[in-house]
């Protein structure tokens, strides 16, 4: 689908040309009308993209990328070109003045050449025709899903009991009204199969009068779908009609035929794979809703349409099998009901592993192996290429149903979704650091006044919801911290990214590049792959070190990057630790948004890292810098800076870092203080402070003009000042302090909207802490961890709203407020390296209480 990465590309450069003819208008000189009738027909293309999405023409749009790419090329190139000019000396200026000249030259002749050709897209060409072209690779893969699901081996199903179980039971019983159940779950993770068992079950059988079910393509009709319940034979019978008599009849005549064929009895309809809302919004009303029990049940690989079929219950999301059940249902596909010899057991398991808990991909590889030669040379031999085999094109069903979910994203989300493939396998990839890469890549859009970063979560929500993406960590707000992507899934994302030049990997077996490449993402030892790449220009727009070498480099690494990727917009050096910024190599990366780095044993940051005016995150978390150069104010657009700390922020009388968002690492001092009193960073949300001196009440005071600070983290706190000091609309606070009091509890708990509290403890004191019965109104989340507290008083109606509780290493707390367990909120209570006596106590409660306790280590050790 190259209409989603041109799409991306189109609106990239939109945006770009039409600041270039805001901001550079003096300097376009005799080519800004040029630029301007490019702005014009990219206006018109990304007009057309968002009208003809799901249209598709290979040759056609993959002409309209090659053009799309060569004018952001131009129009880059001259961005970066203008910068450097605006950045030298008058006499420079002059001396480069039949440079500048010549550029513009060279500008306006490119622009021509790609009018050009967009022109001869138009005329010579049928993209721009309303006229839907069909993908042939869609139809073989729902060719692909139809044959399996009249093959559904009800033998070979595993891991499934626990499961049927509960969907059984909640077919038969519970609500005399209708209801409707869903299973959800990605691609190949067996809804179908598990639908089918349930469908057979003689429970199941014998419950309901009438039973029937429908496979709901993506080219369904709502004829279709009726006509397919009402040609079930015991529909037919009922109905006392030919089915091919229907044919004629218009779809409310079918679904009032249908409504009266299942009035008066109790029955079960299965709507197998679902894609879009409109589905049963179509059918629903051919469904009558009386007292007898009836259920529907549908599949599907997205959340939103199970939601909008019934709200009332829960969607039934889908597991991945684990070790021994994968091993299982691989040795049945393999052995047929055999024993495997021993000397195959290990390898098997192995590549049982490898399949990633996916029953389809466990089939597709069971059944390979199948019809080869029983021996452990072959089997090892699969094990390290199980992805490989699964994803080999003459094997392709795996690969084939899996791309269903990705042909049927939006435009909006297939770039998101693409982006995955640049972490290695089995990555757990932080969220926060996820959502600012597609925020410099450009993939996310404004929506009215909303905060992008919000859009951004929306979107991985998205993907999410349609299973393609799977949750790894949550935070303590319940917002995803951490997510995976399943290999095979991953493997698609590689596949559709080389082939449309958004992305290249590069790994210690594959270290030669595709210089057209948009993206590159290297994930061996750095040294081997600069080794093995001259240092030649390349169009690259994201480069990402995700090797896992941490070794550190010398000068040349950072001069490889300065001078060979100078369009790029992205840059993650993951662990390559630079130690040298020289102004001359880093200031030719004029467009970058996006930079971590790890600037070595270097006390003050670099001052050519601040000639990166594009900058909007600046990741160097892992640093030991001590302080900023005054340059630093020059940032205007920074949205996100992360520091090691405690770091300190040079003075200024008027500058200001307006579009500031996090700000982290800064050393607690009277000119941080001053600063943010003065408001110079107006619009922070989270700000992490260091001390080594503790805390002034001058400190808390100046966090008043931060009107939108939502997130506090304190470093080297000693005591607190009275509640006044603190700001009102803080919803999150976590402090790591020395010699804490039990004030601090009383201080914090009148805060009236917080709703996240941690409090970690360095060389604790001894405490005890009572929470009277207004204290936290709005609390959700308490975590203290390393406090000497010898005794928890809490009174009747504080921390109302408590949902999760963390004690960790509070090595004297021996019992826990008999309040806490009539917290009707309260959904989990972890305890971490309790005293014997509390593990006693919370073993005794872990039986009867409600909510979920864990303890660590497990109970019975800890005894």
């Not at 998205?462 to 399943?486: F, M």
């Not at 110079?680 to 949300?685: G, L, Q, T």
Request: aromatic fraction near 6%; hydrophobic fraction near 35%; charge should be positive.
């Amino acid at each position: 689908m190259v209409d989603s990465v041109v799409g991306s590309v189109v609106t990239f450069l939109l945006e770009n040309v039409t600041q270039l003819l805001t901001d550079e208008a003096k300097l376009l000189g005799g080519v800004k009308d040029q630029v301007k009738s490019l702005q014009n027909e990219l206006i018109m293309i990304n007009d057309f993209l968002q009208n003809s999405e799901g249209k598709r023409d290979a040759h056609g749009k993959r002409t309209l990328k090659e053009a799309a790419y060569d004018a952001e090329d131009v129009i880059d190139t001259f961005i970066m070109k203008t910068t450097m000019h605006r950045k030298r000396s008058k006499v420079r200026k002059l001396i480069c003045f039949c440079d500048q000249l010549s550029s513009l030259h060279d500008v306006g002749k490119k622009i021509d050449q790609v009018k050009n050709a967009i022109k001869e897209i138009k005329d010579n060409w049928s993209y721009y025709s309303t006229e839907k072209v069909e993908s042939v690779g869609d139809a073989d893969a729902e060719e692909i899903l139809h044959q399996r699901r009249r093959t559904v081996e009800e033998g070979h199903v595993v891991g499934f009991s626990q499961d049927t179980d509960e969907l059984v039971q909640l077919l038969v019983e519970g609500a005399s009204r209708l209801d409707v159940i869903s299973i959800i779950g990605m691609g190949g993770q067996g809804k179908t199969t598990l639908a089918r068992k349930i469908y057979n079950n003689h429970c199941v059988r014998n419950h309901f009068d009438v039973r029937g079910w429908v496979y709901v393509s993506q080219k369904y009709t709502i004829q279709d779908l009726l006509l397919e319940f009402l040609k079930a034979k015991i529909v037919a019978k009922i109905y006392e009609k030919n089915c091919e008599d229907l044919q004629d009849f218009t779809d409310d005549e079918l679904k009032k035929g249908l409504f009266r064929c299942l009035t008066g009895r109790r029955y079960l309809l299965v709507l197998d794979d679902i894609w879009e809302n409109k589905v049963w919004d179509q059918v629903s009303a051919a469904f009558p809703d009386k007292p007898k029990g009836s259920r529907i049940l549908i599949t599907t690989r997205i959340k939103e349409v199970a939601l909008n079929a019934c709200s009332r219950i829960h969607p039934y999301e889908l597991r991945k099998l684990n070790k021994e059940e994968s091993w299982e249902l691989f040795s049945k596909k393999v052995f047929q009901g055999a024993t495997c010899p021993e000397n195959l057991v290990n390898p098997g398991k192995l590549i049982a592993e490898r399949c990633g808990g996916l029953p389809l991909a466990i089939v597709v590889l069971g059944g390979l192996l199948a019809n080869k030669e029983k021996s452990s040379y072959i089997w090892n031999k699969v094990t390290g290429n199980a992805i490989a085999y699964l994803t080999d094109q003459k094997r392709s069903d795996c690969t084939a149903i899996l791309a269903l979910s990705y042909s049927h994203l939006p435009r909006h989300l297939k770039p998101c979704f693409l982006y995955f493939g640049i972490y290695p396998e089995d990555f757990e990839i932080p969220v926060r650091q996820l959502i600012q890469l597609w925020l410099a890549e450009g993939f996310i859009q404004q929506i009215h006044n909303r905060n992008v970063e919000d859009v951004a979560e929306d979107y991985l929500e998205e993907l999410i919801d349609r299973s393609l993406i799977q949750v790894a960590t949550r935070r303590a707000d319940g917002g995803v911290k951490t997510c995976r992507i399943h290999d095979l899934l991953r493997d698609l994302c590689i596949k559709e990214s080389v082939e449309e030049m958004f992305l290249d990997i590069r790994t210690k077996d594959n270290i030669s590049s595709n210089s057209k490449s948009r993206r590159l993402s290297i994930q061996c030892a750095t040294p081997l792959y600069i080794s093995s790449n001259h240092c030649e220009p390349c169009y690259t727009r994201s480069l990402l070190c995700l090797g896992d070498d941490e070794t550190s480099y010398d000068e040349s690494n950072l001069k490889w990057v300065c001078e060979t990727f100078q369009l790029v917009r992205v840059v993650d050096l993951g662990n390559m630790v630079t130690y040298s910024c020289s102004r001359k190599k880093i200031e030719k990366l004029i467009l970058v948004r996006y930079l971590r780095i790890q600037p070595g044993e270097l006390d003050v940051m670099p001052a050519s890292i601040c000639s990166l005016w594009n900058l909007e995150t600046l990741d160097m978390r892992k640093s030991k810098i001590k302080c900023l150069p005054k340059e630093v104010w020059r940032l205007q657009k920074l949205k996100h800076f992360y520091l090691g700390g405690p770091t300190s922020i040079p003075r200024t009388k008027k500058e200001a870092l307006p579009n500031l968002q996090v700000l982290t690492g800064i050393a607690i001092n009277q000119d941080t203080e001053n600063l943010l009193a003065n408001a110079r960073f107006p619009n922070v949300k989270k700000l992490g402070l260091h001390s080594s001196n503790g805390v002034e009440s001058t400190l808390l005071s100046s966090l008043h003009s931060l009107s939108h600070l939502l997130t506090l983290k304190i470093n080297g706190l000693f005591d607190l000042p009275s509640p006044k000091s603190f700001h009102k609309t803080l919803t999150k606070i976590t402090l790591q302090c020395e010699n804490i009091s039990p004030k601090v509890v009383t201080v914090l708990g009148s805060l009236t909207i917080l709703k996240i509290l941690k409090i970690r403890g360095v060389n604790p004191i001894p405490m005890d802490l009572i929470c009277d019965g207004s204290i936290y109104p709005e609390l959700e989340v308490f975590k203290i961890a390393n406090l000497e507290i010898m005794h928890w008083n809490m009174q009747r109606g504080a921390m109302p709203k408590l949902q999760h509780l963390v004690i960790d290493h509070c090595k004297y707390l021996n019992t826990l407020p008999n309040e806490l367990w009539s917290l009707t909120a309260l959904r989990d209570v972890e305890v971490l390296y309790p005293c014997v006596t509390l593990a006693r106590k919370l073993h005794q409660l872990q039986m009867k209480s409600e909510c979920k306790l864990q303890v660590y280590p497990p109970l019975g050790a800890s005894n």
